[in-house]
């Protein structure tokens, strides 16, 4: 997986036409309030990527396409799911693996909250890590 910057995006017409290489997506990156510009994470055929629709888990990314709905476009991923098969699915459905994670943590503190149970310091520290490499 290849993380480029907006700068970086204008050479990316400089790559070889065997590179199998597709935008997952732009993401907005919000760092103490503050929007930077956005990212584009490029997957390779057979990187792993999460989808975060039931039923879940880890995917094997095999490409995409785009597809007109109504007046606008969508991307449709094709993965490999372990237990619906060989699928295609809107884009917004998934994220990469260092996402997941990130979300995932967000949430345990979330629902501790809620709960009324202690979140452990370790777990904050961890949000904190993840919050200052963003």
Same mark, same amino acid.
């Given at each position: ?9 204008? /050479?990316? $017409?400089?790559? *070889? +036409?065997? !590179? ?9 990156? =919000?760092?103490? @309030? ?28 095999? /490409?995409? $396409?785009?597809? *007109? +709905?109504? !007046? ?9 799911? =372990?237990?619906? @098969? ?49």
């Amino acid at each position: 997986m290849v993380q480029l910057t907006a700068e970086r995006l204008i /050479g990316l $017409r400089q790559l *070889k +036409e065997e !590179d199998v290489i597709c935008a997952l997506e732009i993401r907005r990156v =919000h760092h103490h @309030g503050v929007e930077s510009c956005g990212r584009y994470i490029l997957m390779n055929t057979g990187d792993l990527i999460w989808q975060s629709r039931m039923p879940g888990g880890v995917c094997i990314y095999l /490409g995409e $396409r785009a597809v *007109k +709905e109504g !007046d606008r476009w969508e991307t449709y991923y094709k993965v490999l799911h =372990h237990t619906e @098969g060989l699928i295609e699915d809107p884009a917004y459905y998934y994220m990469t693996l260092e996402e997941e994670e990130i979300y995932s943590k967000r949430r345990a503190v979330y629902e501790l909250e809620k709960a009324g149970h202690p979140v452990p310091s370790w777990l904050r520290r961890e949000i904190e890590v993840d919050d200052e490499s963003r």
